[in-house]
């Protein structure tokens, strides 16, 4: 669920997962999105624990 001040929607998020498996570095896609990279790894775990439905 997203809040008004969150920086990635679900789209994001879903390319965000798709970078990450694609082969590049988490931070570098965090740094892209303009998140902290503890937020894309809990964005990457809930999508490796739920799938689609996690993010």
Do not use: D, N
Request: positive net charge; proline residues 4%; contains cysteine.
């Amino acid at each position: 669920m997203s809040h008004r001040s969150a920086r990635l929607a679900v789209h994001g998020r879903r390319l965000l997962v798709g970078r990450v498996r694609c082969g590049r570095p988490v931070a570098h896609v965090a740094a892209e999105a303009g998140i902290w990279r503890p937020a894309a790894h809990k964005w990457l775990r809930c999508w490796r624990q739920e799938g689609e439905a996690g993010l």
